[in-house]
Nanobody, 123 residues
Framework: QVQLVESGGGLVQAGGSLRLSCAAS????????MGWFRQAPGKEREFVSV????????IYADSVKGRFTISRDNTKNTMYLQMNSLKPEDTAIYYC????????????????WGQGTQVTVSS
């Protein structure tokens, strides 16, 4: 049974930082591209970032480029999202996802999803 468990969300002031983690089990972690999506209240779920199997390739949404950094540790079956210079518009539930990629502005539907972790940025 595949499980993706996010942690690290919380309440932070604008300009602050948070580090999200996604711990994976039940899958060959190093065999999957991994990434993050988010969903703000009243909005559709949107792509945030994706990282390749080895971590050598990363892609970011324009809205987070230069502020967020995705990484992974295949020895720990864990992926991370370092979020700096947070803005109120970053407020959302952040979801970990496995087995997808982004190309030509579109992405295929991930095979697996986590339950999400809430990030709230106050102004």
């Amino acid at each position: 049974q595949v499980q993706l468990v996010e942690s690290g969300g919380g309440l932070v002031q604008a300009g602050g930082s948070l580090r999200l983690s996604c711990a994976a089990s039940g899958l060959a972690f190093g065999s999957y591209a991994m990434g993050w999506f988010r969903q703000a209240p009243g909005k559709e779920r949107e792509f945030v970032s994706v990282i390749s199997l080895s971590g050598g390739s990363t892609i970011y949404a324009d809205s987070v480029k230069g502020r967020f950094t995705i990484s992974r540790d295949n020895t720990k079956n864990t992926m991370y999202l370092q979020m700096n210079s947070l803005k109120p518009e970053d407020t959302a539930i952040y979801y970990c996802a496995a087995n997808f990629w982004v190309g030509s502005g579109a992405y295929n539907i991930p095979s697996y999803w986590g339950q999400g972790t809430q990030v709230t940025v106050s102004s």
